[in-house]
């Protein structure tokens, strides 16, 4: 069964930083590009940042230079390093694959002023 577990979140203090990954089972991950997204308090959910499988990205501009995606295609891991975290960072955070497959739970990211 394919699953997502996102997991690195937490409460941090603006300008601080955070490391999300992505842990992808079954066959997703290895053959599709992969994405993060974030739901901030009363939003929709919201791109932010894609890598192929060859490790080429894109991010929207609210966080180009400030966070950074990666994968691990040996462990089926993806990550997200966040720099610079502002309050309007604080979101609930989640991963999933082009083309995607049931969300997870997400990992709440909260940053205070």
């Known amino acids: 069964q394919v699953q997502l577990v996102e997991s690195g979140g937490g409460l941090v203090q603006a300008g601080g930083s955070l490391r999300l990954s992505c842990a992808a089972s079954?066959?997703?991950?290895?053959?599709?590009?992969m994405a993060w997204y974030r739901q901030p308090p009363g939003k929709r959910r919201e791109f932010i940042a894609r890598?192929?499988?060859?490790?080429?990205?894109v991010y929207d501009s609210s966080v180009k230079g400030r966070f950074t995606i990666s994968r691990d295609n040996a462990n089926n891991i993806m990550y997200l390093q966040m720099n610079s975290l502002q309050p309007e960072d604080t979101a609930v955070y989640f991963c999933?694959?082009?083309?995607?497959?049931?969300w997870g739970q997400g990992t709440q990211v909260t940053v205070s002023s």
């Open positions: 890598v192929s499988t060859g490790g080429f990205t």
């Open positions: 079954g066959s997703i991950f290895t053959n599709r590009d």
């Open positions: 999933n694959s082009f083309p995607s497959v049931p």
